[in-house]
């Protein structure tokens, strides 16, 4: 396949993409040289202008229609994330469905975007003066996106930096680049400026970095990990930054839970893309009433889940994105052992793909229960008092969403405003998202806002008007 740059399709020195289930090639993708990363520069200053003065219906137009067109290549968007991710089909197909969705709350959003005025008589002296301030377009915003959600994720910087009128240049994980070129050509089937949209591939620490450095870009807006998005915020200069980053997310289940609910939502919070969300349900900590409950019913839902071949429907896991990968999983689940974790499920791995795992009483200190795994596994855990589990669940450098499930009011209020997250979920899985929600992290999780709104917010300027009326 082939890039986009200012909107024309251009190869290069190939790069393979690859299945992750079982390494074959998939299709190749260029390797931007030096000469195509100013052209997608130079051509998105022009392109900026061009947005500028495109007005809102004209931007809101164009997000709708690649709604439209995102539907109408359903099944090969899916096939593609299939591929290149190794997600399940359903995993695909929600993700295809979800982006669509996305364009469609940017088309509303576009329409919206207006500043207030100001109340200049509150301040003596200036009562003769009127103004306000509104909202103008950032200019050029560049969009890094990672591996695990290539196509919903590039929506959450493409869709809102269109809405706000800038021009934008995508720069794709390099595992995962497919879905989203073929996401540009339909942006450009939709009436996108052609100078103000490039989605150019090839690697981070060289073409990401250049983008991040230039001075004529200003937002880079950021899904990764966290040491990318240090070196980003180092390099980058003077720019507005957003962040989002990862996480090891925990979940806190009181005794008076519904533990049906509790246990589906550890399962759908804790293995969907294998455990490979900014979001996954990493630590459970669990009252230590219904502890063996709760263990004995994740452990009988988790060894349902079938794991196997992603292209195959019926099929509830596919593998982790590579080998690597895979190998640094099934290390940090060993060394929780070598500990003193139980292992109560899963922990077997062959290539790629790593059996669905549940530990228990795990200590503090290992891998999982301080790091992102980016894996399919739970550490379960027990807790006497919510003191406790909160004063856990905080124990971390991350914080960017926590759930509670309980159906005591005081805990869940508790839990709300102790918990040090970006979001904190009550009585449903800490994966739930809805992407008009404002979404980031505190802490090392990152830097700023998505979510539609959010997210138009971050990348716009405030220009503020005033006006000396002379009475
Ligand atoms: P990653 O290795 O940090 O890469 C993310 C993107 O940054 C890729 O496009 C990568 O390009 C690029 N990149 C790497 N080095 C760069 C540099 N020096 N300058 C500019 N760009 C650079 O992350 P990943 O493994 O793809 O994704 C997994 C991570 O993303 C996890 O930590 C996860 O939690 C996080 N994540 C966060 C959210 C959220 O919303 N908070 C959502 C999803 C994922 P290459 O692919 O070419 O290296």
Same mark, same amino acid.
């Given at each position: 396949?082939?890039?986009?740059?200012?909107?024309?399709?251009?190869?290069? @020195?190939?790069?393979?993409? $690859?299945?992750?289930?079982? /390494?074959? =090639? &998939?299709?190749?993708? #260029?390797?931007?040289?030096?000469?195509?990363?100013?052209?997608?520069?130079?051509?998105?200053?022009?392109?900026?202008?061009?947005?500028?003065?495109?007005?809102?219906?004209?931007?809101?137009?164009?997000?709708?229609?690649?709604?439209?067109?995102?539907?109408?290549?359903?099944?090969?968007?899916?096939?593609?994330?299939?591929?290149?991710?190794?997600?399940?089909?359903?995993?695909?197909?929600?993700?295809?469905?979800?982006?669509?969705?996305?364009?469609?709350?940017?088309?509303?959003?576009?329409?919206?975007?207006?500043?207030?005025?100001?109340?200049?008589?509150?301040?003596?002296?200036?009562?003769? @003066?009127?103004?306000?301030? $509104?909202?103008?377009?950032? /200019?050029? =915003? &560049?969009?890094?996106? #990672?591996?695990?959600?290539?196509?919903?994720?590039?929506?959450?910087?493409?869709?809102?930096?269109?809405?706000?009128?800038?021009?934008?240049?995508?720069?794709?994980?390099?595992?995962?680049?497919?879905?989203?070129?073929?996401?540009?050509?339909?942006?450009?089937?939709?009436?996108?400026?052609?100078?103000?949209?490039?989605?150019?591939?090839?690697?981070?620490?060289?073409?990401?970095?250049?983008?991040?450095?230039?001075?004529?870009?200003?937002?880079?807006?950021?899904?990764?990990?966290?040491?990318?998005?240090?070196?980003?915020?180092?390099?980058?200069?003077?720019?507005?930054?957003?962040?989002?980053?990862?996480?090891?997310?925990?979940?806190?289940?009181?005794?008076?839970?519904?533990?049906?609910?509790?246990?589906?939502?550890?399962?759908?919070?804790?293995?969907?893309?294998?455990?490979?969300?900014?979001?996954?349900?990493?630590?459970?900590?669990?009252?230590?009433?219904?502890?063996?409950?709760?263990?004995?019913?994740?452990?009988?839902?988790?060894?349902?889940?079938?794991?196997?071949?992603?292209?195959?429907?019926?099929?509830?896991?596919?593998?982790?994105?590579?080998?690597?990968?895979?190998?640094?999983?099934?290390?940090?689940?060993?060394?929780?052992?070598?500990?003193?974790?139980?292992?109560?499920?899963?922990?077997?791995?062959?290539?790629?793909?790593?059996?669905?795992?549940?530990?228990?009483?795990?200590?503090?200190?290992?891998?999982?229960?301080?790091?992102?795994?980016?894996?399919?596994?739970?550490?379960?855990?027990?807790?006497?008092?919510?003191?406790?589990?909160?004063?856990?669940?905080?124990?971390?450098?991350?914080?960017?969403?926590?759930?509670?499930?309980?159906?005591?009011?005081?805990?869940?209020?508790?839990?709300?405003?102790?918990?040090?997250?970006?979001?904190?979920?009550?009585?449903?899985?800490?994966?739930?998202?809805?992407?008009?929600?404002?979404?980031?992290?505190?802490?090392?999780?990152?830097?700023?806002?998505?979510?539609?709104?959010?997210?138009?917010?971050?990348?716009?300027?405030?220009?503020?008007?005033?006006?000396?009326?002379?009475?």
């Amino acid at each position: 396949m082939k890039m986009l740059v200012a909107g024309e399709k251009v190869g290069g @020195k190939e790069l393979p993409v $690859v299945f992750p289930y079982d /390494g074959s =090639v &998939v299709d190749v993708v #260029p390797d931007a040289s030096d000469e195509d990363i100013e052209r997608a520069l130079s051509k998105a200053v022009e392109g900026a202008t061009v947005m500028k003065k495109t007005p809102s219906w004209k931007r809101a137009e164009i997000l709708e229609k690649t709604a439209k067109l995102i539907m109408s290549n359903l099944e090969k968007l899916t096939d593609l994330l299939v591929l290149e991710v190794g997600k399940t089909k359903r995993e695909a197909r929600s993700e295809v469905i979800r982006t669509a969705e996305l364009f469609k709350m940017c088309a509303e959003e576009a329409r919206r975007i207006h500043g207030e005025t100001l109340p200049f008589d509150s301040l003596k002296g200036s009562e003769s @003066k009127r103004g306000y301030f $509104v909202r103008e377009p950032a /200019g050029v =915003v &560049v969009a890094i996106t #990672p591996f695990n959600v290539p196509l919903a994720l590039c929506a959450h910087k493409v869709g809102p930096a269109i809405a706000a009128g800038n021009a934008v240049i995508v720069k794709p994980a390099t595992k995962t680049p497919l879905s989203t070129i073929v996401l540009g050509e339909l942006l450009l089937e939709a009436g996108m400026p052609p100078e103000a949209l490039s989605v150019i591939t090839g690697s981070g620490s060289r073409v990401g970095m250049k983008l991040v450095k230039d001075p004529r870009v200003r937002v880079v807006s950021f899904t990764g990990s966290v040491s990318t998005g240090e070196t980003i915020a180092k390099e980058a200069g003077l720019k507005k930054l957003c962040m989002e980053l990862g996480s090891n997310t925990p979940m806190i289940v009181c005794e008076s839970a519904d533990i049906t609910k509790a246990v589906k939502a550890t399962v759908s919070g804790g293995f969907s893309i294998a455990g490979q969300v900014c979001i996954s349900v990493q630590r459970v900590y669990v009252h230590k009433k219904i502890f063996d409950e709760f263990l004995s019913m994740l452990k009988i839902s988790v060894e349902s889940l079938k794991v196997g071949d992603p292209r195959d429907e019926s099929t509830d896991m596919g593998p982790v994105i590579d080998e690597a990968n895979a190998g640094r999983i099934e290390e940090w689940l060993n060394e929780a052992v070598r500990k003193g974790a139980k292992l109560v499920t899963g922990g077997e791995r062959t290539g790629t793909l790593i059996q669905p795992t549940v530990l228990a009483q795990v200590p503090k200190g290992t891998f999982i229960m301080t790091e992102e795994l980016f894996g399919p596994a739970v550490a379960v855990n027990e807790f006497e008092s919510l003191e406790e589990a909160i004063h856990e669940a905080n124990s971390t450098k991350y914080g960017l969403q926590a759930a509670i499930f309980t159906n005591n009011l005081q805990e869940a209020f508790k839990a709300i405003e102790e918990l040090q997250f970006g979001g904190v979920i009550v009585n449903e899985t800490a994966r739930y998202r809805a992407d008009f929600m404002p979404y980031g992290g505190y802490k090392m999780s990152g830097l700023g806002r998505e979510g539609v709104r959010f997210a138009i917010e971050e990348m716009t300027e405030i220009k503020c008007i005033v006006v000396e009326t002379g009475k």
